[in-house]
């Protein structure tokens, strides 16, 4: 149930997301292992950006491999992409500066794609990286791809037109979240945005007025895709995007499907995550996630090697985990994308109010209202598990189901009235509804107050919302405390509205650290995060962490290859194939 | 008939006029922004307000409206966000989709046809045809057994029927294939076989009222005077049943398909949600869920369209099949 909002939280929510792992077995069987926690590194050594990529076991060439989803891939255009399934199928197609090599098993190293390492910080202040661009590499029309193709793809980015993709680097070379008025893309012409220069046709630079230690891993992300100067087609690319990939688009119906076929001019030597088993790819757009899952059971003729990219339906749950038959069709993990009860701090100034929600809450039975363990899991922490560096603990330990008597003997005796605020679909009610009923029993006199669906996420932002307590969501773009923590917990970023940090949390002790993280070396930065992490929750809990969504899918019995992506939790297509 | 005709087409035209207004200011009415399309996410309230000049949705109501109804007719310069120049008939341009709206509707409209028009045929010919023989077998075995099978498919909805018919035929027995679209010109054969179910889940469920309502009608008109004049006369049964009591009794069913043909022409939301296919009720089902405005208003005017034109061709059909009709 609780998936509706994951499968709409790429394309609507005002979130970013980031990276998963696991803390607990997730269902009769689980393909990614139990134990998710990510040992993710900056890998600089430029052996480990070349190609091939390791071959995957028993894998073979040819067949089609059909994807089954209900609603289309909101863009193609790789400047525009966002969306889960759009940030899953860019790979295919489009190749981007550094990429995550990713076992599915939370071994995640971020390695050049298009350049040979993942960026050098020249002057060590991450004001400055370079990044060299390799040999060999090509787009679908056989013309080398150059350094000026990429620096062409991110000026492109800042054209109002191309609205939808994530803004870090516009943002960073503006210096300015007003970056598209700083400067002013013009199609097809040179002139490339502040601070982004190439040289020559081999070497790629950045130079920003702040630090930003992050740009390794906001490079990974499909917005900085080459492309040709003549062959943007502006608003059109999103129907006909040019490939640099192992696959280019050969059909595309919106809505309906969307053909990829093998690009004869990507070199495997290149490419250090990519595969090409496959010879197609057909992404059928329409079924539901009933349609599309009973497809799966039913297991025949070419569905038997396609994917259903919904997650099973509660309807069908409790028949494929009972169907041992069916269990090597399953794909399942926790993914990165965290709900988390944010505490409005502005309201509830009391902490050991805020420490006996901690206590108080009842996490095994709010999964059980979710739909189960394969639908969410729980967890204790600020940043999901997965998140490079993560380390495990518990600031309120209360066991599965809560310690009524500890938030009891915080409260003294109180009983704080305090307003939840729910989205009013019936899901999100219900799960307020059973917090009001599990923090009632520690003496808290819960009123729910519904929010028309569409503006929950606005309403919450404000900074002078009415609410004490909502359910928010985050997942980051990728797997750093960096994309995770200053975001939500950094007080000097509190405006009117709009606002990330929907606890209101302004702690200049707090800030300060932040700052002081942030201007490591990102490849460091993982253990102090952690810590950041437990001493928020210590000092302040300005929330409740309450649990990861859990991906549970369905393939055929002939697709093979498929784990879950551990940056964005959904299923990644690289080492795809069709079984014999 | 010429002066009907251009009577009716004067007051149709006036009908689109009214729904294209009224569905225009609906546009504004809805809870939604249409600049958040735009821009989903990291988006401030600057960025937002500069959209919204560029779009031209700080213009006046009424000047946007012109400049809606001009590009129907004539074709429209839009901005470079919504893909430059837009041909006649231009519906605007859609953000969710990335693509004019009338490039949607060219791809959808087809399939929906090819649901609706065969599904039609073959349930006015089977609910006609069943209604008839009932009605002529009155009391009998063969009567009520048909009065059962009508009753059955009148009380049952169709994501049920679709459902079952889908679990039964195509994920179990694999007798159809999942249902998907062809287009008739590439492959008539998979075009059929892939919208089959579709075609008699529909069939069945509307058949039935159309027997009930056609074998009443069959009933009544049997008992009128003309008809015992016809008898008496001496007509061979065939001739009595056929040409003067049919041609009475159908014309009411008549009215009825129009409706249907035309409301079901405007979305079939629910058939093509159940058998997955995106027709023209999907997409406006599907606009309407992601807020996309251009789209909702051209699926809008669209169905107004089917509904208007079906009833002009039912009152046509209505001389055709009446003697007793004249239009004027």
């Known amino acids: ?580 | 008939m010429l002066r009907f005709l251009v009577k009716r087409l004067l007051s149709a035209i006036l009908v689109l006029l009214a729904v294209s207004v009224l569905s225009f200011l609906m546009f504004f009415a809805l809870p939604r922004d249409p600049v958040t399309a735009m821009c989903p996410k990291n988006c401030d309230a600057q960025r937002l307000e500069r959209v919204r000049q560029e779009l031209g949705l700080s213009d006046p109501l009424y000047q946007q409206y012109v400049g809606y109804m001009k590009g129907i007719f004539v074709g429209r310069d839009l901005n470079s966000a919504q893909g430059g120049h837009c041909d006649a008939p231009c519906l605007g341009y859609s953000y969710v989709n990335s693509e004019p709206v009338t490039h949607t509707l060219t791809r959808v409209l087809p399939v929906t046809l090819s649901i609706v028009i065969p599904a039609a045929v073959l349930w006015f010919g089977l609910g006609v045809g069943l209604g008839m023989t009932s009605a002529l077998r009155r009391g009998t075995l063969l009567d009520r057994l048909a009065i059962g099978f009508s009753l059955t498919g009148a009380s049952l909805q169709l994501y049920f029927v679709g459902a079952v018919l889908l679990l039964v035929f195509s994920y179990t027995l694999h007798v159809v294939p999942v249902p998907h679209y062809t287009s008739i010109l590439v492959d008539p054969l998979r075009w059929a076989d892939g919208l089959v179910l579709a075609w008699v889940t529909l069939a069945f469920l509307f058949c039935a009222i159309y027997a009930r309502l056609s074998r009443a009608q069959m009933v009544e008109t049997l008992s009128e005077d003309f008809v015992r004049t016809a008898r008496a006369k001496g007509l061979p049964r065939s001739t009595v049943y056929g040409r003067h009591a049919l041609r009475a009794a159908i014309t009411p069913l008549i009215t009825i398909a129009g409706m249907d043909v035309g409301a079901a022409l405007g979305g079939t939301v629910v058939t093509e949600t159940t058998f997955g296919l995106q027709g023209l009720g999907r997409t406006a089902w599907d606009a309407v869920r992601e807020g996309d405005l251009p789209t909702i208003m051209a699926t809008v005017l669209i169905a107004a369209v089917f509904i208007v034109v079906a009833n002009i061709v039912v009152d046509v059909l209505y001389a055709a099949i009446d003697p007793r009709v004249r239009l004027r």
């Open chain 1, 1 to 580: 149930m609780r998936l509706r909002t994951a499968a709409a939280g790429g394309a609507v929510l005002a979130l970013a997301l980031t990276l998963s792992a696991c803390t607990k077995n997730t269902g009769q069987h689980d393909t990614a292992g139990n134990t998710r926690t990510s040992t993710g590194v900056i890998d600089t050594n430029p052996k480990d950006s070349l190609g091939p990529a390791a071959e995957v076991p028993d894998a073979r060439k040819g067949g089609t491999f059909y994807v089954l989803k209900q609603a289309k891939i909101s863009h193609l255009d790789p400047q525009r992409i966002y969306s889960f399934v759009g940030l899953m199928t860019a790979p295919l197609y489009s190749r981007s500066l550094t990429t995550w090599k990713d076992d599915g098993k939370g071994h995640l190293t971020l390695v050049g794609d298009l350049a040979t390492t993942p960026g050098t910080d020249v002057n060590k202040d991450c004001k400055t990286w370079q990044f060299t661009i390799k040999d060999g590499l090509k787009f679908e029309d056989g013309t080398a791809i150059t350094a000026k193709d990429i620096a062409y793809g991110i000026a492109r980015s800042f054209d109002p037109d191309l609205t939808g993709g994530p803004t870090y680097l516009q943002e960073w070379l503006a210096n300015t979240p007003q970056f598209d008025t700083a400067w002013h893309f013009t199609p097809k012409a040179a002139a490339l945005p502040p601070g982004l220069t190439a040289p020559d046709d081999k070497t790629l630079r950045f130079e920003f007025k702040m630090p930003h230690c992050d740009l390794p891993f906001a490079a990974s992300l499909p917005s900085s895709a080459p492309l040709e100067p003549d062959k943007d087609t502006g608003v059109n690319l999103d129907s006909q995007p040019l490939s640099s990939g192992p696959y280019r688009v050969t059909k595309n119906v919106p809505g309906v499907e969307l053909d990829l076929e093998r690009n004869q001019y990507w070199d495997p030597a290149t490419d250090p995550v990519r595969h090409q088993y496959p010879d197609k790819f057909v992404f059928s757009f329409g079924p539901d996630r009933d349609a599309a899952n009973n497809r799966m059971i039913s297991d025949s003729g070419p569905d038997q090697s396609a994917l259903a990219w919904d997650d099973v339906p509660s309807s069908l749950m409790a028949r494929v985990v009972g169907d041992t038959n069916l269990h090597d069709q399953v794909l399942t993990s926790p993914t990165p994308s965290e709900a988390r009860l944010s505490i409005n701090v502005q309201r509830v100034t009391d902490l050991s109010v805020r420490q006996a929600l901690n206590y108080a809450i009842d996490r095994s039975d709010l999964i059980k209202t979710l739909g189960g363990p394969t639908v969410a899991s729980p967890v204790t922490t600020l940043m999901p598990p997965g998140t490079i560096g993560y380390q495990q603990y518990d600031a309120y330990p209360a066991g599965d189901t809560g310690d009524i008597a500890k938030a009891k003997q915080l409260l003294a005796g109180k009983t704080p009235e305090l307003v939840l605020g729910s989205a009013d679909d019936s899901v999100d009610l219900e799960i307020a509804t059973q917090l009001k009923n599990n923090l009632e029993k520690a003496g808290f006199k819960i009123t729910v107050k519904p929010i028309p669906e569409d503006s929950k996420l606005d309403e919450t932002k404000e900074k002078n919302n009415p609410w004490d307590l909502y359910v928010d969501n985050w997942a980051a773009d990728w797997p750093s405390g960096a994309s995770i923590l200053p975001p939500l917990f950094d007080g000097r970023k509190i405006q009117d509205s709009g606002n990330s940090d929907t606890s209101y949390v302004d702690d200049p002790a707090i800030d300060s650290e932040f700052d002081r993280v942030l201007a490591l070396d990102p490849a460091k930065q993982g253990p102090e995060w952690a810590k950041l992490d437990q001493r928020i929750m210590k000092e302040l809990a300005p929330a409740v962490p309450l649990y990861v969504d859990v991906r549970y899918e369905l393939h055929g019995s002939k697709a093979g290859g498929l784990f879950i992506g551990s940056v964005f939790g959904y299923p990644a297509f690289t080492n795809a194939f069709v079984k014999a």
